[in-house]
T-cell receptor
Framework: DAMVIQNPRYQVTQFGKPVTLSCSQTLNHNVMYWYQQKSSQAPKLLFHYYDKDFNNEADTPDNFQSRRPNTSFCFLDIRSPGLGDAAMYLC???????????????FGPGTRLTVL | AQTVTQSQPEMSVQEAETVTLSCTYDTSESNYYLFWYKQPPSRQMILVIRQEAYKQQNATENRFSVNFQKAAKSFSLKISDSQLGDTAMYFCAFKQGAQKLVFGQGTRLTINP
């Protein structure tokens, strides 16, 4: 089945120690998103890739970076995690037409990040 | 900017009952998409149902249906014959064109045996 896969499902890191979260998809969607979700809150968009074009949200801290080496994979790098970065990180994908209009977003299972 | 409001932070019903979750939104656009997503505890966010604004007919997916009132900017979700597995956080979301998905604050639904 086509899907969005996130690894690892649970990640523990130390304060200030860089961490990378991974997302892959078999849907062949050209748009990939990273969201941060804190307990009992709605997901907050960090950034997204439209093909190879990176689009950062204005309020996303510089501490968060992303890479998309190919259509299938996207990574979230947190350069120096703080206690406030402990959250669930969700990857999502969608298909966009030539106009840029995007369709339904499909979410991965998330990676729960703990910062000690 | 578009906003989405879910006025019910929590709801609780008995198994097999029907429950309706409310959602209102604000936009000046005429063509857009509305979604209901379900997120069970510690589990994946999944799409429940989708509505295209230009379609007058309300979307239906098995036990899930919506009441889309475009003029009132209302998009409620009805769950019929509720099941224990329906226990989850439900998010209403709005999307227009190439813009980002805008979520409501969520409604925590508990189905009691």
């Amino acid at each position: 089945d086509a899907m969005v896969i996130q690894n690892p499902r649970y990640q523990v890191t130390q304060f200030g120690k860089p961490v990378t979260l991974s997302c892959s998809q078999t849907l062949n969607h050209n748009v990939m998103y990273w969201y941060q979700q804190k307990s009992s809150q709605a997901p907050k968009l960090l950034f997204h890739y439209y093909d190879k074009d990176f689009n950062n949200e204005a309020d996303t801290p510089d501490n968060f970076q992303s890479r998309r080496p190919n259509t299938s994979f996207c990574f979230l790098d947190i350069r120096s995690p703080g206690l406030g970065d402990a959250a669930m990180y969700l990857c999502a994908t969608s298909r966009a037409g030539t106009s840029g209009r995007t369709d339904t977003q499909y979410f991965g299972p998330g990676t729960r990040l703990t910062v000690l | 900017a578009q906003t989405v409001t879910q006025s019910q932070p929590e709801m609780s019903v008995q198994e097999a009952e029907t429950v309706t979750l409310s959602c209102t939104y604000d936009t000046s656009e005429s063509n857009y998409y509305l979604f209901w997503y379900k997120q069970p505890p510690s589990r994946q966010m999944i799409l429940v149902i989708r509505q295209e604004a230009y379609k007058q007919q309300n979307a239906t997916e098995n036990r899930f249906s919506v009441n889309f009132q475009k003029a009132a900017k209302s998009f409620s979700l009805k769950i019929s014959d509720s099941q224990l597995g329906d226990t989850a956080m439900y998010f209403c979301a709005f999307k227009q064109g190439a813009q980002k998905l805008v979520f409501g604050q969520g409604t925590r639904l508990t189905i009691n045996p």
